[in-house]
């Protein structure tokens, strides 16, 4: 459940206490984005992908 959510649901719903929110909810996004992009540089697949990725057609 997202920051934004839980705020509505306990009727928090101050205009700084949501933008705190949608930037913490940006800054989660830009950390996974961080830990999918070395998964592919590791070789590994992405979750839920049981392809590999051919690390052959790109340069080191």
């Given at each position: 459940m997202s920051s934004t959510t839980?705020?509505?649901r306990s009727g928090?719903?101050?205009?700084?206490?949501?933008s705190a929110a949608a930037?913490?909810?940006n800054l989660n996004a830009l950390?996974?984005?961080a830990e999918l992009f070395q998964e592919v540089l590791k070789g590994r697949t992405l979750?839920?992908?049981?392809r590999q990725v051919d690390q052959g057609s790109y340069a080191a």
């Open positions: 839980l705020l509505a928090f719903l101050g205009t700084a206490a949501l930037v913490q909810a950390v996974r984005i979750g839920g992908d049981d």
